[in-house]
Nanobody, 124 residues
Framework: QVQMVESGGGLVQAGGSLRLSCAAS????????KGWFRQTPGKEREFVAA????????TYADSVKGRFTIQRDNRKNTVDLHMNNLKPEDTAVYYC?????????????????WGQGTQVTVSA
């Protein structure tokens, strides 16, 4: 079983930046596709970004494209989400996920492993 732990959430003003990091408990994490999702109260969890196992392919939700960057370090078993020019509508609990196939990278049900989530709050 792969355990994943997010860190780096917090409170930031609009226009600011945050870096979220997700660490996995097992070496097998390095071979899995990774993704970030987010959720606000009363809404479905939505896709934010994904990166394939090698790090050569990435994809982003239109709402974050050009502002967020997903990166991974397979030696450290980590995946980061760099968030710039944050907006109040980016406020959510952010989850990292692992597993699945690249063809379904934006689909929540594609991922087998999930972190517990980290809160990001962007004030106006």
């Amino acid at each position: 079983q792969v355990q994943m732990v997010e860190s780096g959430g917090g409170l930031v003003q609009a226009g600011g930046s945050l870096r979220l990091s997700c660490a996995a408990s097992r070496r097998a994490f390095s071979t899995l596709q990774k993704g970030w999702f987010r959720q606000t109260p009363g809404k479905e969890r939505e896709f934010v970004a994904a990166i394939n196992w090698s790090g050569l392919n990435t994809t982003y939700a239109d709402s974050v494209k050009g502002r967020f960057t997903i990166q991974r370090d397979n030696r450290k078993n980590t995946v980061d989400l760099h968030m710039n020019n944050l907006k109040p509508e980016d406020t959510a609990v952010y989850y990292c996920a692992a597993g699945g196939s690249w063809s379904s990278a934006t689909i929540e049900q594609n991922y087998a492993y999930w972190g517990q989530g980290t809160q990001v709050t962007v004030s106006a």
